[in-house]
Every structure is written in structure tokens, then in C-alpha cells.
């Protein structure tokens, strides 16, 4: 029998991610795709997926300006072209520990931002009209 360990530290990582991402206004949660990955999603546009493993979340995809996102990949090896994504709009970020939770949370607002930013005009208002 195998017994996996999941520390406190990486279950309240997890905890915290998910709960930063639903946070957002209009945010949900499903799983279209089977158990993993997590995905999260503003009017229908996903801006998260969460992959996990053993209880761990150890890769989160998330949209980002082309930009910034080749600007992030040269600056920390934890970020790569997205995982089953368009590589030129997604990150994977490696949970391994290399970037502190602000920058991750960081990183999450600039994937719902952008995804919020090209939403219909009335859209985006009942966004911002959600408690």
C-alpha cells in the first residue's frame, strides 16, 4: 500500500488558488473534462485550469497577454507555454514552489482580466454589478 502526504502548507496553496479564483465576480467552477484539470470560468470563458495530483495542485494554466507571457517564461523557469493550450495566449505555472503565492494571484488577475476585457459590452457591466 502507498501512502501519499499531502503537507498542510501544499493543501492550503490548493485551497487558497481555488478559493482566490472563485473570489472573482462571476466566477464558477466545473469540470468538463473528467476529474482534472479544475476549470474556472467568467461568463462562460475559462481563465483557470487547475490541475492536480495526489491532492496537490500542480499546474495552473492561465491566460496572459503574448507579451507579458514571453516576458514571464524568460524571467521564471516555472512558467512555460501553456499545457493543451494556445501557447501564444496561455501559461502553465509550475506550482513547485519558485513563485510566492502574490505572484501567482497576480498572474490569475491578469487571466480573469483579460478574459473580462473581451466580453460583451452588457456583460462585463453585470459583472461588475455582482455583489
Known amino acids: 500500500m502507498i501512502i501519499l502526504l499531502i ?3 501544499e493543501r492550503d496553496l490548493k485551497n487558497n488558488i481555488i478559493e482566490y479564483c472563485l473570489k472573482k465576480k462571476g466566477a464558477t467552477q466545473e469540470h468538463p473534462f473528467g476529474p ?3 476549470v474556472i470560468k467568467v461568463a ?3 481563465f483557470a485550469l487547475i490541475f492536480e495530483e495526489t491532492g496537490k495542485v500542480v499546474r495552473l494554466n492561465l491566460k496572459c497577454d503574448p507579451i507579458i507571457a514571453e516576458n514571464l517564461r524568460e524571467q521564471h523557469e516555472s512558467v512555460q507555454p501553456g499545457f493543451h493550450m494556445n501557447k501564444k495566449h ?3 505555472i509550475m506550482i513547485d514552489g519558485s513563485l510566492s503565492e502574490s505572484d501567482v494571484f497576480d498572474m490569475i488577475d491578469h487571466s480573469y482580466d483579460m478574459v473580462v476585457k473581451k466580453l460583451p459590452k452588457s456583460l462585463r457591466e453585470a459583472i ?3 455583489n
Do not use: A, H, Q, R
Open 36 to 38: 482534472t484539470p479544475l
Open 7 to 9: 503537507s498542510e502548507g
Open 90 to 92: 496561455w501559461n502553465s
Open 128 to 130: 461588475v454589478e455582482l
Open 44 to 46: 462562460d470563458k475559462m
